[in-house]
């Protein structure tokens, strides 16, 4: 990444930048000494408000164990502002997260959770709201958690009402995109946290902050890979309405620390500090066994046990037999499959225009040749999707040439509906002489190109996608084919229905799916595991 100062330099009088520690969306952090050699974090806030900034003043005498201290708001002679914050010589939390993707042990989730509370209550307490709470921003020093980024929290004003939207879309409340603001917007942030330590999987992912947000919005969380006895937590912080969820944080932490005590370790055995700084990356976490006072000096030292890093108290069972290498897929292999989906696509799309007739037919408007027509025509738009991919993988680029080659391949398309519908490029005018206006067929040709080259419609088709049939696919088709439908109110000659584009474009996507191949994901090994050694 790229930051505006380098090594060496003193934009800030008194201080001298040693290197670029991140950017985001406030501004960068640098890494920074004083003149008397006191190590400290520089944050450059960029495009921030007045009110902004006097919210970043109600921070600087804030003091608590579990929040980075915030020194100093200081002004260069650019004119622009600079916040200087303890420097936190350890990981983030992310890090460890990243670390264990099947989640923290339980009892480390509880004490790792109780001080992430008693630093969001000692901000609520002086009404202030983070709005930016995620594993990113919390970090571990010697064994304490430190939540930081906090300098540009927000006063709670007596509206909560704000035009700007700020935050994490993954960790973001439903209300923040009205621009209402609480304490509750920390909490539900403080569940996704929880979550995340848990299964070491997000509640809501997608493939764009739209997509995310949208869940947030309006999915209910999957909590089946939770354990049992915290999906009422979870749930309750979790809730659309924020009134539902916990009054305070502090509620929020009593509510974990009794679920964590149910499962949690004989109370001779307590969590010792993990990741104190840097823990390298593979190490095995290591918790210390309580020293007891000395019984008989015959008793033998405790042998080292074998604890389970996920949640369920007994973990399953591993099998390390090594997994046969996948073959590459071959370009031969792609075009064998490539005509297979093609032979098959036309089956699926007439399985899937039965329900279509029956509703057709209730309407008492049923005609075969209109039912033929979208029969052809979805499958058309099934082989244009089918040779556009051209066997492209799931996170392939947004190429300019892809999208090309797909609204090409559907002007064709276009050229067969317009064929299929009479094909008569001009229509006579009152005498029977000259044309007097387009045929609506030509508005055919334009709407097909643009709806195949409007979406990425290759995930669709890619071998390695996350699942076999995904419902956003279909919406998204059934979205840019109602979208670019609203064009065909402002053609010259206004004829047919909006279902001859919604209906094909919507088969298709459902037919490419069912008939493309696709391979599972590959599945990952059991649970890391933890070793309890004696004092």
């Not at 609203?486 to 799916?513: H, M, R, Y």
């Amino acid at each position: 990444m790229k930051f505006t100062y380098r090594s060496g330099q003193r934009p800030l009088d008194g201080y001298t930048l040693k290197r670029g520690v991140g950017q985001g969306g406030f501004g960068e952090v640098y890494f920074a000494v004083s003149d008397g050699g006191k190590e400290v974090a520089l944050k450059l806030l960029k495009g921030h408000s007045d009110v902004e900034l006097r919210g970043v003043a109600n921070c600087l005498n804030m003091k608590h164990p579990n929040l980075v201290h915030v020194y100093d708001l200081k002004e260069d002679e650019h004119g622009d502002k600079w916040l200087v914050m303890e420097y936190v010589l350890g990981e983030s939390m992310s890090a460890v997260l990243h670390r264990h993707p099947h989640g923290l042990p339980l009892n480390l989730v509880g004490e790792w959770f109780a001080a992430l509370a008693r630093a969001v209550a000692h901000l609520h307490d002086r009404g202030v709201v983070h709005r930016d709470l995620k594993p990113a921003n919390i970090f571990i020093e010697a064994g304490t958690l430190k939540v930081g980024d906090y300098g540009l929290c927000k006063s709670i004003s007596v509206s909560q009402k704000q035009t700007r939207t700020v935050g994490t879309v993954h960790y973001m409340a439903p209300e923040v995109s009205t621009g209402n603001y609480s304490q509750r917007i920390d909490i539900y942030a403080c569940g996704v946290i929880l979550h995340e330590m848990l299964t070491g999987k997000l509640p809501f992912d997608g493939e764009s902050d739209g997509e995310i947000l949208m869940k947030h919005l309006t999915a209910t969380p999957d909590l089946s890979g939770v354990p049992e006895a915290f999906r009422p937590v979870l749930a309750k912080a979790l809730d659309k309405n924020p009134l539902r969820r916990y009054g305070s944080v502090m509620e929020m932490a009593k509510a974990v620390e009794a679920t964590v005590a149910q499962g949690a370790p004989p109370a001779d055995v307590p969590v010792a500090a993990v990741a104190a700084t840097a823990v390298p990356r593979g190490i095995p976490i290591v918790v210390a066994r309580k020293p007891e006072p000395p019984t008989t000096p015959a008793a033998p030292p405790p042998l080292p046990v074998a604890v389970a890093l996920a949640p369920p108290p007994k973990p399953p069972v591993v099998d390390n037999t090594p997994l046969p290498l996948a073959r590459a897929v071959t370009w031969r292999d792609k075009v064998v499959s490539g005509l297979g989906s093609m032979l098959a696509a036309p089956l699926v799309a007439l399985a899937g225009l039965a329900p279509y007739a029956l509703i057709v037919n209730g309407t008492g408007q049923f005609d075969w040749m209109h039912l033929a027509k979208v029969f052809f025509v979805t499958t058309a738009l099934s082989w244009a999707v089918l040779l556009g991919s051209c066997g492209a993988s799931f996170a392939a680029a947004d190429r300019w040439w892809r999208r090309l080659v797909l609204g090409a391949l559907g002007l064709g398309v276009g050229v067969l509906a317009y064929w299929l519908g009479g094909w008569e490029p001009l229509r006579a005018g009152a005498d029977g002489g000259s044309a007097s206006s387009l045929d609506p067929g030509l508005f055919s040709v334009l709407y097909f190109g643009g709806v195949l080259a409007a979406g990425r419609w290759w995930r669709a088709t890619a071998r390695d996608r996350k699942e076999r049939f995904g419902l956003f696919p279909v919406l998204a088709a059934a979205f840019w084919a109602s979208v670019l439908l609203v064009l065909k109110f402002f053609w010259p000659e206004n004829t047919g229905s909006a279902a001859d584009g919604i209906v094909p474009a919507v088969l298709a996507v459902i037919a490419v799916q069912a008939v493309s191949p696709w391979t599972p994901p590959t599945p990952v090994s059991g649970p890391k595991k933890l070793r309890l050694r004696g004092a």
